[in-house]
């Protein structure tokens, strides 16, 4: 602690020699001497009595014998040093800490508080509230706003399903010519089925629109209006496989889906138990659908023996088809749209999707990656080593503890020997462990109840 | 100035107060009010009633109830030659006996052979009236833990042996460097006159040095009780200023700032004597002052030197 003093009185009392000391001693010594014989008649002895001392050191002494006390050590440096052992040993030094940052903890809880108080009063005053109300208010505005444009933007609703190439090679030689024609796109979805029921407009009758190709957005020279179909044929053996992630609703029907939408490819990846999915859409409900052959989301493919060829169709629909923005779907989780039975094939699938003229939005990618088991922390390495556990033992100082009805007991303990209590922090503890660094060390990383075999004897340490 | 004893009424908030002590006990031994009332009563006179005569029921009620009582009562039980109290006392306290007297020894056999003296010393190697043994334990009142009593048990009686064999050992460090600073003094010539370049005026630097310590010796012996005490155990003593303050049964920060108005109080003291007996003027003094404590220091470091120089030749002699 940093004394801000008189550093040349410092100097002047640190350098004393002795016999300024011993002169200092002797004159005080002779006051207190002649007081303390007025005071006892019967000229006892000028030093403390153990009693005494152990007394005055630990602080249990009311505050006028306290004083009595305080003018002998002043005087006296054999029982001054007597004192000081004893209180060092108490850690007396220790216990005013606590108790000083006890009773300031309160009042530094409440000035705070009242810190706090008095700040926060401020924010809500008039003259702040008179700035504060234009911008608060200019925030909510904002947030409404881009809420309502967000929400505006992910009104497009995407329909991704994975129908068998067959199926969409049939699908695509008859939306052909309705792809052709981009007024036509603003009918009723084509055929693309789901499973479960979904916001948008179905219609049944027409095939499934997701299949047929769409011309660029340039070509029909309104972006938003364009429809564009992306095919990728995928291998089998190729790292990336598509999945669907919206279950794939009855080929046999020709259900058509009104679900715009903007798609995103779905890959899949080289890992067999990986599956990428960007988007996935939702499908209006249209009737009951029966279980589909194939599955719109499909977690994992079969293995790579089999060559197989996937194709991923992107068709973008124009603007007046609803479009919902399929939100990704992490396909190694169980879905509850998958169907077992179709999925058992898991070949020549395809995903097909509607995609918005719009840019496509970020593609987001989902790996199934294997569950990675989470990294056990290592517990941090306890100071002074040596400690190690396993199961329910540990070995500390060379000692081997198990661990028994709660507590660590050394198995060197026999259940005969008598035990001798002893608790942290007390005088004992205190005594115990100044001489016995190793069992200082057992005690604190073991922790709890510790029951110790030392030198013949045996200790309760709690 | 002889005391009264305590009116009958007083005993009855005595017995009570036994009472109550017995019933904070976790462990009583089978010891009744009456076994305790001597020591409770003897325990008041001395720490409460000789500097509080007049101490009113609840006083002495705040007092019993301070103090401790599974460690009081474990002495009394062992006083009256309970067994399993002896046994209990000795399997608590061996290691704070023997930590105690490790502080007080120069070697763990000196430690060992202390520790048994102490215990002796407990168990009482007279004999009382009724034939039981008479030991130290009487003297214990339950004011301060026993654990801290017995170190105070253990450091008088080191003291006392060190005492007894003080012929053959020097056992005083501080005159054991006083004298080491003389002989390197002689040895040196660091205080000699003749040494000094100007020998009139190194006489007139000490003859100013001296009045000011003498200054200080009668400034700091004329302290209260307990700056006087701060003074010792920081400068004296060499503790820090938390241990410090321990001793005085103060916080760190207490103990600085009184330091700090010490120092204050201290100069002015020595300034006033200065002036009053020696007629200096504030220049003077503030000159002297500065000077002295600069040549302090560097006495200090050339004294350090100096002893250490000393204790070489003295080995090489031998």
Redo the contacts between chains.
Sequence with gaps: ?K???????????????????E???A??LT??TRRERDEN?RGATLHL???E??????????A?????Y??H???C??C???????????D??GA??RN?AAERAPAEAATVASGWRARLASFFSPRALLYAAPVLALLVAGTAIFTVMQTYQRGAKQFVRVIPREQAEREEAATAGQLAEPDKAQEPPRAIAVSEPTPGAISKGAPPAAVAPAPSARQTGEPEKAETIARVDKNETDAQRSSALAPVAQPTGPEIVSLPTETRQVQKTADDDAVRVEDRAIATPSTATPPVKETAEVTKTPGREEAREKRVEEVAVTGGNKVANAAPDRTDQTDSRRSGPADAEKQNKRVEGFTASRPAAPKTEIKSAPIGKARRSVPPAMSGGASESSGETRSVAGRQFRRQSGAWVDTAYQAST?L?NVTRGS??YR??V??EPELRRVAEQLGGEVIVLWKNRAYRIR | ?RRSRPAPTDDLSLRDAAAQLLSRAADARSLKEDAILPRLRATLDK??L???PEASTQEIAK?VA?LRADELILVIACERGDETAWRDLM???R??V???A??ASAGEAEAVELAQSVWAELYGLREREDGRPAG?LA???G???????L???V??LG?DRHRRSSRLVQTEE??D??RL?NDGDHDRGVFSVEAAPDPERALAERQAAET???A???V??GLA??D??L???Y???G?R???A?????????TA?RR??RL??E??RGVETLLVAEHRWTPEEISRT??D???R??A??SQALIAGAASVERREERR
Aim: some cysteine; overall charge negative.
């Design positions: 602690m004394l801000d003093f008189d550093k040349e009185m410092d100097a002047l009392l640190r350098n004393l020699p002795d016999a300024t000391r002169r200092a001693a004159a005080s006051n207190s008649a009595d153990a009693d001392l152990s007394a005055y050191a630990e602080n249990a002494l009311p006028a014998t306290r004083a009595r305080v003018a050590l002043a005087d440096a054999t001054r040093r007597l004192a000081t052992n004893i209180a060092m040993a108490a007396v030094a005013l800490e000083n008598s001798t005088e004992h005594a115990l100044a001489d | 100035m720490y409460l000789r500097d509080q007092f301070s399997e608590s306290y290691a704070t023997l930590s105690a490790r502080g130290k003297y214990y009142s004011c301060g833990s026993l654990g801290g009593w170190r105070a048990v450091g008088q003291v501080d005159a460097f006083d600073m000011v310590r003498a200080l010796a009668r700091i012996a009780a307990e006087r005490l003074v010792k155990l400068y004296f003593d503790l200023l938390r241990e303050g321990a001793v005085l049964g103060v916080h760190e920060a600085s330091l700090t120092h204050a201290i100069r002052l500065a002295v404590a600069a302090l220091d006495d200090f």
